[in-house]
């Protein structure tokens, strides 16, 4: 399984980014995919996740309400959706895959797989 995001950059408080995360490898029914953050000297946090065979998503509640996560089954991607974006949304994201679809979809040690992370900068 490989995972690759992309989409990160630098925008203005209030704008709006697309991640993408491609996955290749396989297919990735049962899976959960989730979407991680990681600022410099603290641990890496939970976003967002879904499950990739029935579409239900979680989101921390830092960024409920303006962030969206889905998939596409047909091009294999995971996608967040994030607006209304805040200056402490400000980090590296990581996109990863849980194979054993996991309960415990916040916590990053339940995942098996990960992207090589794109940085989201948010201007005040």
């Known amino acids: 399984v490989q995972l690759q995001a992309s989409g990160g950059g630098l925008v203005q408080a209030g704008g709006s980014l697309r991640l993408s995360c491609a996955a290749s490898?396989?297919?990735?029914?049962?899976?959960?995919m989730g979407w991680f953050r990681q600022v410099p000297g603290k641990e890496r946090e939970f976003v967002s996740a879904i499950w990739w065979s029935s579409g239900i998503a979680y989101y921390a509640d830092s960024v409920k309400g303006r962030f969206t996560i889905s998939r596409d089954n047909a091009s294999k991607t995971v996608y967040l959706q994030m607006n209304s974006l805040k200056h402490e949304d400000t980090a590296v994201y990581y996109c990863a895959a849980d194979a054993s679809g996991s309960r415990w979809y916040y916590d990053s040690n339940e995942y098996d797989y990960w992207g090589q992370g794109t940085e989201v900068t948010v201007s005040s």
């Open positions: 490898g396989r297919t990735f029914s049962g899976y959960v």
